[in-house]
């Protein structure tokens, strides 16, 4: 088998080939650049291009969607071979993907029903194997025949969620959320509640994030709901997303600023291409650069940031995977961008600020940036008392809350004497 079928609903997109020299290329199938529905699947694969894309922009797509590090090891591990290949990999596990597309290696549409299709996924079960040091993605891949590939260095699990229970569908019909368990190492202590308080206060600071729970089994478990899934007519549409790597045709080594990878300047000339609704967006990317600095995100790197498809043309997608991570030892201390070339946040003085937006070709407003910074610091702290109040209420013994709380005050007091921001 050389070749892979993209499916978007039941309509053949195209086909990611292997080559003889293991290098990947995709074209478009003629039905789907004449179909009313037909769309670029990235910026970079433009629909009106004639033939194969390079391995290049084709693996910026495809390599996007599939786990990392570790965790594709231990998947590798499970079926027994090595998947180096993104398209072996693929050919296993791409029928429920991060987006809209279903890539199997079968060339009709798979059929999906959604009767009697599902194992239930008992979440003693999973405690029990995450304690036993199991992966939890291959531990559903083996135990529950699920089918599905999502990115990303930590061990997650999509599922769907119906009466409070949780679902692995075995056919690939679309998942809703997504859990996460623990971090895999100990010193990332309270992971999950780190990720749960830091969305919830992302919400109550007005950023758009879904809705997320803990669910406290023998293990907690983040769940986060997906929002490249809508129901339509009782039916789960897939909605298409993709993360800022694959829209500038990035592959996911380079998903930092200090590995090659895409700058807050690029990002946001991307933002700019590729928005419909520029204006909007900007204020919301730049809402998102504050709030990550602010709260200690240093992991907010170019595959932490997505569109969704609005039919036309690219909207930021809601935002996900925010944590303090300042906190932990495991991970950088230094943000995953640069300001004017500077690495180092603890250096950043108003005039980085003002560059570096001077650097995106926004010399007219020179202080969005630090505007925003100093109005989301303010909604910050007024909205962080209220949150760990709440979340003192539902989780008294876990200290996470408090001590994100403890960080962020020490990183605004570090911001305030640099930064001079009065009030
Ligand atoms: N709520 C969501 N809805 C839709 N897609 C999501 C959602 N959350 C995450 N994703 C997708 O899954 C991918 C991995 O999720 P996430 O970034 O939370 O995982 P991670 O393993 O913690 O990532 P990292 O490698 O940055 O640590 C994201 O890049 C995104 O494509
Ligand atoms: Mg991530």
Same mark, same amino acid.
């Given at each position: ?45 433009? /629909? ?96 529950? %025949? ?91 549409? %897939? ?49 998102w650069i504050c709030f990550n600095l602010l709260i200690g995100n240093n992991?907010c ?21 925010l ?12 943000f995953a ?56 209420? %539902? ?7 408090? %001590? ?7 990183? /605004? ?8 921001? /009065?009030?």
């Amino acid at each position: 088998m050389n070749q892979l079928f993209v499916f978007y609903e039941r309509e053949l997109v195209g086909k990611l080939k292997k080559n003889a020299d293991v290098t990947l290329s995709f074209s478009y199938e003629e039905a789907w650049k004449e179909s009313k529905n037909g769309f670029s699947i990235s910026p970079l694969l433009d /629909i009106k291009a004639e033939g194969n894309f390079d391995n290049r922009v084709t693996r910026s797509f495809f390599d996007n969607l599939l786990p990392e590090g570790k965790i594709r090891a231990l998947l590798e591990k499970f079926v027994g071979k090595s998947l180096t290949n993104d398209f072996q990999f693929l050919e296993k596990f791409g029928a429920d993907c991060a987006g809209a597309f279903i890539i199997t290696p079968n060339e009709d549409y798979p059929e999906q029903t959604l009767s009697n299709d599902f194992e239930e996924l008992g979440l003693s079960e999973l405690s029990k194997a995450y304690l036993n040091n199991e992966n939890l993605m291959s531990h559903v891949m083996q135990k529950h %025949r699920g089918r599905f590939s999502l990115a990303g260095a930590q061990d997650k699990v999509p599922f769907v969620y119906m009466d409070h229970k949780v679902y692995i569908p075995t056919n690939g019909v679309a998942t809703t959320h997504v859990l996460k368990p623990p971090h895999f190492s100990k010193s990332v202590k309270d992971s999950v509640y780190n990720e749960y308080f830091s969305m919830k206060l992302a919400s109550a600071c007005g950023l758009k994030v879904p809705r997320v729970d803990v669910i406290e089994s023998e293990i907690p478990f983040y769940v986060v709901e997906r929002f490249d899934r809508k129901m339509i007519a009782g039916e789960v549409k %897939r909605l298409h997303q993709i993360d800022f790597c694959q829209a500038q045709g990035y592959l996911t080594e380079e998903k930092y600023q200090e590995d090659g990878g895409p700058s807050l300047k690029s990002n946001y000339l991307c933002l700019k291409k590729n928005s419909s609704d520029m204006i909007e967006d900007t204020k919301i990317f730049i809402r998102w650069i504050c709030f990550n600095l602010l709260i200690g995100n240093n992991d907010c790197h170019s595959k932490n940031i997505s569109f969704l498809w609005d039919g036309r043309k690219y909207r930021l997608s809601p935002f996900y995977d925010l944590l303090c991570t300042s906190i932990y030892r495991g991970y950088s201390a230094e943000f995953a961008f640069k300001l004017n070339d500077n690495g180092y946040w603890g250096q950043w003085k108003k005039e980085h600020f003002k560059k570096e937006i001077i650097s995106w070709g926004l010399d007219k407003s020179p202080e969005i940036l630090f505007e925003a910074f100093v109005e989301v610091k303010k909604t910050l702290l007024d909205n962080l008392e209220t949150e760990v109040a709440a979340f003192k209420e %539902r989780f008294p013994s876990i200290k996470a809350a408090r %001590r994100i709380k403890e960080e962020i005050g020490n990183r /605004i007091n570090s911001f305030d004497k640099r930064l001079k921001i /009065i009030g």
